[in-house]
């Protein structure tokens, strides 16, 4: 079993910033791509951003050149800094991180228990 734990969610004024962290344990032997997703209340989760184990990222175009998604693999730990935040951002976030127990094993989807971001205007 894998877990991850989300910090740095919170309320916020527009044109605010915030950094979100996520970091997971457990059986680990190798995470593929880690990434953000959100929820806004009536509405269906959607990617925020993705990074994969060698860097490479993908972001939504609604927040494409406000956030920011890296990783530190030395602590399996992926981050987002979102800068310019909009009252459009608030949702619940959560992080997402595709894991191998073992090197024979497949990959495995885990997901966070999810932070609350808050945007005023």
């Known amino acids: 079993q894998v877990q991850l734990v989300e910090s740095g969610g919170g309320l916020v004024q527009a044109g605010g910033s915030l950094r979100l962290s996520c970091a997971a344990s457990?059986?680990?032997?190798?995470?593929?791509?880690m990434g953000w997703y959100r929820q806004a209340p009536g509405k269906q989760r959607e990617l925020v951003a993705a990074?994969?184990?060698?860097?490479?990222?993908n972001y939504a175009d609604s927040v494409k050149g406000r956030f920011t998604i890296s990783r530190d693999n030395a602590k399996n730990t992926v981050y987002l800094q979102m800068s310019s935040l909009k009252p459009e951002d608030t949702a619940v976030y959560y992080c997402?991180?595709?894991?191998?127990?073992?090197?024979?094993?497949?990959?495995?989807?885990?997901w966070g228990q999810g932070t609350q971001v808050t945007v005023s205007s």
């Open positions: 990074i994969t184990s060698g860097g490479n990222t």
């Open positions: 457990g059986s680990i032997f190798s995470i593929n791509t």
């Open positions: 997402n991180a595709q894991t191998k127990a073992t090197m024979y094993t497949g990959l495995y989807d885990y």
